[in-house]
């Protein structure tokens, strides 16, 4: 069973920047392909980006292609999330998965391990 804790997230104006971490808890990543999602009150979890084991493919929504970057660090067992040119319709709660494969999709169902979630809030 992995366990993933999320970080970074919080209040912040339109147009400014956030990163959100993802490690698991009490343990190694392993080969795991790693995905973030988010949640907005009122609509359906949405996929946000996803990587590959070895961080060579990543993938991101149509929504924050060009303004999010994930990426991950191996050695130190995090992946992040940075978001750059924050939209008030970035406001949800994010969250870190993860997929018992090294092959990042981006499927919700696909995956395997979730966090509890950290909350985003982008004021205009």
């Known amino acids: 069973q992995v366990q993933l804790v999320e970080s970074g997230g919080g209040l912040v104006q339109a147009g400014g920047s956030l990163r959100l971490s993802c490690a698991p808890s009490g343990r190694t990543f392993g080969s795991y392909a790693m995905g973030w999602f988010r949640q907005a009150p009122g609509k359906e979890r949405e996929f946000v980006a996803a990587?590959?084991?070895?961080?060579?493919?990543?993938y991101y929504a149509d929504s924050v292609k060009g303004r999010f970057t994930i990426s991950r660090d191996n050695a130190k067992n995090t992946v992040y999330l940075q978001m750059n040119s924050l939209k008030p319709e970035d406001t949800a709660v994010y969250f870190c998965a993860a997929r018992s494969s090294t092959v990042a999709i981006t499927t919700i169902q696909s995956y395997d391990y979730w966090g509890q979630g950290t909350q985003v809030t982008v004021s205009s």
């Open positions: 990587i590959s084991w070895s961080g060579l493919t990543t």
